[in-house]
């Protein structure tokens, strides 16, 4: 019986959605629902994960995951129109994808640092940089696309 813990590179850094807080968890165990040791918050349960700047910066720059961020508005009607997709890309991609969603109204700061000039605006991100920009809106079959390729390179 082998009772050596998992090398680091068989396991993944994800930002815990609830505490933000960063959780090492086992490559082939992530559909197993892994929770936070800290808040006990299951840490890819499949829904998108409200982002100030704060935990931004936890999600997209300390976790090994990609994540992706909508950059929405409350008074936006294409941005409510792309909600219920994101969220079934969340759902669909719980194991391999984070989705964030970062309000502009409540993050003017963060939305001009990172040069957001119309809105929906997805970014992906993965080791801490951006690797793929979309604005406006798009179906469930245009974003799976475009993820799927934004992931491959």
Known sequence: MNTQPAPASDSILVACPQCHSVVRAPSDRLDEHPKCPRCKAELLGGHSIALDAASFATHTQKGTLPVLVDFWAEWCGPCKMMAPVLDRTAQ??????????????????????????????????RDGKEVARQSGAVDGATLSRWLDGALAR
């Open 92 to 125: 669909q991609r719980a194991s391999t994808l984070q989705v964030g969603k970062v309000n502009t109204d409540q993050q003017p700061e963060l939305a001009g640092r990172l040069n957001i000039r119309s809105i929906p605006t997805l970014i992906l991100f």
